[in-house]
């Protein structure tokens, strides 16, 4: 893979195809000449695609993290930066490729995983990093919920942010917020996860690689089941 417009064609079509996740440790091995391109594919117009990229970022960064630990950390800062209002920008799929970074590296989540669990923390007493676009909002809880699946210790740090998303007006952020406090096996969420029980809002949950489309009511009858140790209502 060589030449910048062939290199990011080629990406995107390995993202875009089905067997993609075996060139993942190809994509990992290019290391920073992956980067740019797999920023583009944050952008893409398939969700599918963009999801690819998320997970690849993953490996392509943690492999860097691994060899080159500054090369990995500008990757995270540049994530930052698409996030600041400052920046100009919006930061589409930052916070999700951000959570996959820290999950696939101990470095990186050792150094960046207060950033993300400040993405979804709102202080009023001082300036935070609260992302108050629902959308960008949506990615942030997506990914305490990644982060729960992979290093609970961590994400078990936003409890109290979670639950208070768990009432969010957006039923996306809900489902993920419901889907995050299963993960941790949150007993003080069974109160609100009881109350949408009901939500049937269609959304599209990425988990183990897979995009599924799902309710709020079921990531809450799910998280019910993981932290009772009881069947889900519906089976």
Same mark, same amino acid.
């Given at each position: 893979?060589?030449? +910048?417009?062939?290199?990011?064609?080629?990406?995107?079509?390995?993202?875009?195809?089905? *067997?993609?996740?075996?060139?993942?440790?190809?994509?990992?091995?290019?290391?920073?000449?992956?980067?740019?391109?797999?920023?583009?594919?944050?952008?893409? &117009?398939?969700?599918?695609?963009?999801?690819? &990229?998320?997970?690849?970022?993953?490996?392509?960064?943690?492999?860097?993290?691994?060899?080159?630990?500054?090369?990995?950390?500008?990757?995270?800062?540049?994530?930052?930066?698409?996030?600041?209002?400052?920046?100009?920008?919006?930061?589409?799929?930052?916070?999700?490729?951000?959570?996959?970074?820290?999950?696939?590296?101990?470095?990186?989540?050792?150094?960046?995983?207060?950033?993300?669990?400040?993405?979804?923390?709102?202080?009023?007493?001082?300036?935070?990093?609260?992302?108050?676009?629902?959308?960008?909002?949506?990615?942030?809880?997506?990914?305490?919920?990644?982060?729960?699946?992979?290093?609970?210790?961590?994400?078990?740090?936003?409890?109290?942010?979670?639950?208070?998303?768990?009432?969010?007006?957006?039923?996306?952020?809900? +489902?993920?917020?419901?889907?995050?406090?299963?993960?941790? +096996?949150?007993?003080?969420?069974?109160?609100?996860?009881?109350?949408?029980?009901?939500?049937?809002?269609?959304?599209?949950?990425?988990?183990?690689?897979?995009?599924?489309?799902?309710?709020?009511?079921?990531? &809450?009858?799910?998280?019910?089941?993981?932290?009772? *140790?009881? &069947?889900?209502?519906?089976?």
């Amino acid at each position: 893979m060589k030449g +910048g417009r062939e290199l990011k064609r080629r990406i995107l079509s390995i993202l875009a195809d089905e *067997g993609w996740e075996e060139e993942l440790p190809r994509l990992a091995g290019l290391g920073q000449q992956a980067v740019a391109p797999l920023f583009s594919a944050l952008c893409n &117009a398939s969700s599918l695609v963009r999801w690819h &990229a998320v997970t690849a970022f993953g490996v392509v960064v943690s492999a860097m993290a691994a060899t080159t630990p500054e090369k990995a950390r500008i990757v995270m800062r540049r994530f930052i930066w698409s996030l600041n209002d400052e920046s100009g920008g919006i930061g589409w799929g930052a916070p999700e490729a951000m959570a996959e970074i820290v999950c696939q590296s101990p470095l990186m989540a050792t150094e960046f995983h207060n950033h993300l669990l400040a993405y979804i923390h709102e202080d009023h007493c001082r300036p935070d990093c609260y992302l108050e676009h629902a959308p960008l909002r949506r990615g942030a809880i997506w990914g305490v919920g990644r982060l729960a699946q992979i290093r609970p210790d961590l994400a078990a740090k936003a409890e109290a942010d979670l639950l208070c998303a768990l009432n969010d007006c957006d039923p996306v952020i809900r +489902g993920f917020s419901a889907w995050a406090c299963g993960m941790l +096996g949150l007993k003080s969420s069974l109160p609100h996860l009881e109350e949408f029980r009901n939500d049937a809002t269609p959304l599209e949950l990425y988990r183990d690689r897979q995009v599924l489309e799902l309710t709020p009511a079921t990531l &809450a009858d799910e998280a019910i089941s993981r932290i009772t *140790g009881q &069947a889900p209502a519906n089976d």
